[in-house]
């Protein structure tokens, strides 16, 4: 159980495209998903909190505007990169947070990234 | 404010050695604490959790953590290492008090098995 889902794994654009990335919960219901960008050899940086049905929580210095985040069912959570640019390749992971009744902590599971090159 | 440190960059060890990866963390209030291991181009898989209870805590594929308050740490182990442990390693902290469920990770550590 616990399995979360990313297309598409890897993603090929030209500069001023938009490109997006899917994160999908396979086998629960996901009401919290969280989009990290990791560069290489580096940890993983959030970028945002995604609550189903409610507007996207961005960390400090994330562009909104660039970087729309969609969670429109409790099985979806969408990340669009508008117009992207060669400083936007990265590796893109979004995770789900797992509740389970009885238990007052989550932990979160993750997608298998998604690699991302702005030519 | 919550933060995680791991020190070391990298870590080699032989196969069939045990094996140690350290991780120290500061929070306001009582620790979440997570362990998760990173292969090339994969995203990550949860090896273990500390919420309450046993500071020893054993997780997935023969790693154990343990919690130790007094020096606010939670370093992973594991008895004998194997060559296909070789990957990234991440400690990862959340403040029980903490609004939301946000994450704060160390900057990982590469752990080598050599044959």
């Known amino acids: 159980g616990a399995v979360v889902s990313q297309h598409p794994s890897w993603v090929i654009c030209k500069s001023g495209t938009s490109v997006k990335i899917e994160c999908r919960s396979l086998?629960?219901?996901?009401?919290?998903m969280f989009w990290y960008r990791q560069f290489p050899k580096q940890s993983l940086m959030l970028m945002a909190t995604?609550?189903?049905?409610?507007?996207?929580?961005?960390e400090q210095g994330v562009e909104k505007d660039k970087f729309l985040i969609n969670h429109a069912s409790l099985t979806l959570s969408t990340l669009t990169v508008t117009s992207a640019h060669p400083e936007d390749s990265s590796f893109y992971i979004c995770?789900?947070?797992?509740?389970?009744?009885?238990?007052?902590?989550?932990?979160?599971?993750f997608g298998p990234g998604t690699r991302l090159t702005v030519t | 404010a919550q933060s995680v440190a791991q020190p070391e960059d990298q870590v080699n060890v032989a196969e069939g050695n045990p094996l140690t990866v350290k991780c120290t963390y500061s929070?306001?209030?009582?620790?979440?604490l997570f362990w998760y291991v990173q292969y090339p181009n994969r995203g990550l898989q949860f090896l273990l959790k500390?919420?309450?209870?046993?500071?020893l805590v054993k997780g997935s594929y023969g790693f154990e953590a343990e919690f130790n308050k007094s020096q606010t740490s939670f370093h992973l182990k594991k008895p004998s290492a194997l060559v296909s442990d070789s990957a990234l390693y991440f400690c990862?902290?959340?403040?029980?008090?903490?609004?939301?469920?946000?994450?704060?990770f160390g900057t990982g550590t590469r752990l080598a098995v050599r044959p």
């Open positions: 995770s789900a947070r797992v509740v389970r009744p009885g238990q007052t902590s989550y932990e979160q599971y």
């Open positions: 086998d629960f219901q996901a009401t919290t």
């Open positions: 995604s609550n189903e049905g409610s507007k996207a929580t961005y």
């Open positions: 929070v306001s209030g009582n620790p979440y």
């Open positions: 500390y919420i309450t209870g046993d500071n």
């Open positions: 990862a902290v959340r403040d029980e008090g903490s609004s939301g469920d946000k994450l704060t």
